[in-house]
């Protein structure tokens, strides 16, 4: 095999690589060989077809068997010994001259074919001890925790029945109808015993705002139209009535934070509770604070890291968030219009983001490979599992197609081999750490919002 660099600019490369007839030859002969010892011709007996018959029945076959061989594994050896590391696949042209190809077929020829590919860059690495960056700590005070117990006790909201109340807004309704169209009932028009609390829209829009100021016992005819997107087509459009008998009127009583509500969430008692609301407000701030110290960690390696990018990987990134978007802007109706930008603005700005994109990419996984960094096998169990749960009663069939697709077990490995890095870097730069309230956590949080959308 010789190997000739056809061209090399910046990151890309043309190279020429010839297989020897010789080599093709030898690879040919090789073949049969092994074909004649296992193929069955009629009028000859297993491993006695002589091998001149054997290149008239398949000797256009196993050289073109031969010569994909060759290319691929050529190709392969082509750029390991180069030292270069190719950014995607690299395009292949073989000769298209039909006589050339005859020749190489009959073995009268060598196989000269190109490669044109784009390498990867080299990339010096910045010293991570010299990065400035800056931990928040947002403590939880008691309030938070109060506000979030508070909520807790909203969304256990009971009610209780009082005899002679007019129904207000948020109270809950026992009803029982019969609905009509034309005077005559209609089909899931009639129910009895149903729960509904006012303000909560689960109905028919009118239906609700009539039930206003009843009270038990009491009888009520409300007349309602059906939309015209409703469900059921042959409803559409049309105007009900609904004979409404209320049975009861309840008004929301709200749970006293005390060790009987708590007990009634399965813990030992308001003590436990509190603690539980503590931990867990302290991890979304953590996780919140994590993820502007990642933030800033990334904009800090981008800067710090100043090299050409192939412009395949950038094409290809981009044409995927780009694809993205346009799905995302018709399945939501808009248009560029309603962004305030053209177009030619929004393509300028996510080639932007494609670039960052992919120099983050390359930093990462030069710093991984550099530094050892690895997943390991129960880190990637655990994250197949989390994925798995996302999606309930079709766990295995999820779990089957991650281990049968690599490209979708590697997205689920990339944002955790991202983190291990991001770790890694943390631990050398030692970012000073800063005490905030909750306010100034979610003001940072929102800037770093504004400055993505910016």
């Known amino acids: 095999m010789q190997i000739k660099e056809v061209s090399s600019e910046g ?50 076959s196993v ?33 298209e001259d039909p006589e050339k190809i005859e020749r190489i077929l009959a073995g009268e020829d060598d196989l000269a074919y190109s490669m044109t590919f784009e390498v990867l860059p080299k990339i010096e690495l910045t010293d991570f001890t010299t990065l400035k960056l800056e931990r928040l700590t947002a403590k939880v005070e008691d309030k938070d925790r109060d506000e979030a117990i508070d909520r807790l006790l909203e969304n256990n909201m009971g009610y209780e029945e009082e005899a002679g109340r ?28 149903v729960d509904l609390v006012l303000g909560e829209g689960r109905f028919i829009p009118g239906f609700e705002e009539q039930l206003t100021g009843v009270k038990a016992g009491e009888e009520r005819l409300l007349e309602v139209k059906f939309p015209d997107d409703y469900g059921a087509e042959h409803l559409r459009g049309k105007t009900a009535t609904f004979e409404t008998m209320i049975q009861k009127v309840s008004k929301p009583k709200r749970p006293e934070a005390d060790d009987d509500f708590a007990k009634s969430l399965g813990l030992e008692g308001i003590d436990k509770l509190k603690e539980l609301m503590e931990g867990r407000i302290s991890n979304e701030y953590a996780q919140a604070a994590r993820n502007l110290l990642k933030r800033k960690l990334l904009d800090e390696l981008e800067k710090a890291h100043d ?8 094409e290809r990134e981009f044409e995927g968030l780009w694809e993205q978007l346009a799905g995302a802007m018709e399945r939501e109706g808009k248009k560029w219009e309603d962004e305030g930008k053209t177009e030619e603005q929004g393509r300028e700005e996510y080639r932007k983001l494609a670039e960052r994109r992919v120099r983050l990419g390359l930093v990462i996984g030069e710093i991984g490979d550099k530094n050892k960094i690895e997943i390991g096998e129960e880190e990637l169990r655990k994250a197949l599992i989390e994925q798995v749960r996302q999606f309930p009663g079709q766990e ?34 030692k970012p000073s750490e800063r005490m905030v309230t909750k306010e100034e956590l979610q003001k940072a949080l929102e800037a770093e919002t504004e400055a993505d959308q910016a």
Request: aromatic fraction near 8%; avoid cysteine.
């Open 11 to 60: 990151l890309k490369r043309q190279i020429e690589v010839v297989v020897a007839t010789a080599e093709l030859n030898e690879r040919y002969e090789d073949r049969l060989n092994q074909l004649k010892d296992t193929v069955q011709l009629k009028g000859f007996r297993k491993g006695k077809v002589p091998v001149n018959h054997l290149k008239k029945v398949y000797g256009k």
């Open 63 to 95: 050289m073109l068997e031969i010569l994909n061989d060759a290319v691929k594994e050529t190709s392969a050896k082509a750029i390991k010994e180069r030292e270069e590391r190719p950014a995607l696949q690299p395009d292949i042209v073989l000769p």
């Open 166 to 193: 007019a129904a207000e807004d948020k109270d809950q309704l026992t009803i029982s109808f019969v609905g009509k169209i034309d005077g005559e009932p209609f089909d899931g028009g009639t129910a009895e015993d």
């Open 307 to 314: 090299f050409e990018l192939p412009p395949s990987l950038v």
């Open 396 to 429: 295995k069939a999820v779990y089957e197609y991650y281990q049968k697709n690599p490209a979708a077990l590697a997205e689920l490995r990339a944002p955790i081999f991202e983190d291990k890095v991001v770790d890694y870097i943390v631990e050398l730069a």
